[in-house]
């Protein structure tokens, strides 16, 4: 693939903040046709769609952060020369082209075509079609920057697809794929894991847990909880489930002021059998499946638990590998918790909540990565790029 001077695609970024500037009015129109034709049967996909001044702030923002940071593309990994003289050189390269699906939130179609595009990848961007009109204008807004600097939009392309010709295109599609991201539920990366014929990389469920162990700042715990699972229902790093540690001191008194504090914040909690002995009024979870759900939604689930070991046991079990938490004044418990737990991020002290590109450093993100290969966690500028070998020599020969 032809490289793209960093001048160049920094100049294409710069555009688009100038452009949301100049058509602010045009894309806020866009998105109320996507918000009065929704249903709002899901409350968490209706806030994920909305577009108002403050998001379009949120895309320039992270338009201006991708343009700041270095080319990812075509940096030396690693330089050897060999004793024969042989010369041995590992750089960055893109993948090529990827293709990401992802529902409702319009802001994804800036976020992940911004970093594709500094990363000299072409995108294909597979919206849901709740966001119809605010993606096929945002595409237009790519599509004039890129038009400003000489390039053809193809770099930048959205597929309008029903799930009958997306299955069709992921089995047969009409140009090289290089990877598919699929941003959603389990059905979704099922589908897609079933019917593509390149590299799938899975941004996946967030059902995330924070275990409350014995020795913790108890104050502190409720603060946490309370920003993990109420500050934003809608984002794939809120709080879904919380385990409690059987031994933490007025063990009673304090699963009563838990529940109490979710219950005055609007949360519905769902209980096991044994927080049920306590909080009698809650509902009883019957059957277990529903640890594996993650709720976007003012609900969650309350577990006793022995002690670490069988909290890790637990989250290991029925997280989506996405976040999980220990809240805890003991190192050493912390430590185990942390190097045991299978997830991408794990916290000690703090809200699932900072599990996002921009609150760890990383910038602007494709996706949360819950996969291993090729990168776990936010998908940045840096991570959006494979390598390849350069290998210099003078006539060698392998003997």
């Not at 029903?162 to 009409?174: D, G, I, S, V």
């Not at 900072?354 to 609150?359: E, P």
């Amino acid at each position: 693939m032809k490289l793209i001077s960093t001048d160049i695609k920094n100049m294409v970024l710069k555009s688009m903040v100038r452009i949301l500037d100049e058509k602010n009015t045009a894309l806020l129109e866009a998105n109320k046709k996507d918000l009065d034709a929704f249903t709002r049967d899901d409350q968490a996909m209706y806030d994920r769609l909305i577009i108002d001044d403050k998001k379009i702030k949120s895309m320039q923002k992270a338009l201006l952060e991708v343009q700041s940071q270095d080319d990812p593309v075509d940096q030396t990994i690693s330089h050897v020369t060999l004793n024969d003289g042989l010369q041995i050189v590992n750089k960055t390269a893109p993948f090529g082209t990827i293709m990401i699906i992802y529902e409702s939130r319009p802001d994804v179609t800036i976020e992940a075509a911004s970093l594709a595009f500094k990363s000299n990848n072409k995108i294909l961007l597979k919206g849901g079609k709740e966001a119809y009109n605010s993606n096929k204008l945002l595409v237009e807004f790519w599509h004039e920057a890129l038009h400003e600097h000489g390039l053809s939009e193809n770099y930048i392309q959205l597929l309008h697809l029903n799930r009958k010709e997306t299955q069709a295109f992921l089995k047969n599609p009409t140009q090289p794929i290089d990877l598919i991201v699929p941003r959603g539920g389990e059905q979704l990366i099922a589908f897609v894991k079933e019917h593509a014929h390149c590299a799938v990389l899975v941004s996946g469920r967030g059902n995330n847990f924070l275990y409350i162990n014995k020795n913790c700042n108890w104050e502190q715990t409720l603060e946490v909880i309370l920003n993990a699972k109420t500050a934003k229902i809608s984002a794939c790093n809120a709080l879904d489930n919380i385990l409690v540690d059987k031994h933490i001191p007025n063990y009673e008194e304090k699963l009563k002021a838990l529940n109490r504090i979710l219950n005055l914040n609007g949360v519905k909690v769902l209980v096991d059998a044994e927080a049920f002995k306590i909080l009698k009024n809650e509902t009883l979870i019957e059957d277990d499946a529903i640890w594996n759900e993650e709720f976007l939604a003012m609900k969650c689930c309350i577990g006793i638990v022995e002690d670490a070991e069988e909290a890790i046991a637990v989250i290991n079990k029925y997280s989506g590998g996405h976040s999980a938490a220990i809240m805890t004044t003991d190192a050493a418990v912390a430590d185990t918790f942390m190097q045991q737990v299978d997830c991408a991020a794990v916290y000690k002290n703090a809200s699932t909540r900072f599990t996002d590109g921009g609150s760890m450093g990383v910038g602007a993100e494709l996706a949360i990565s819950t996969d291993k290969l090729h990168h776990r966690g936010p998908l940045g500028l840096k991570q959006l790029v494979t390598n390849k070998y350069y290998v210099f020599g003078d006539g060698h020969v392998r003997v």
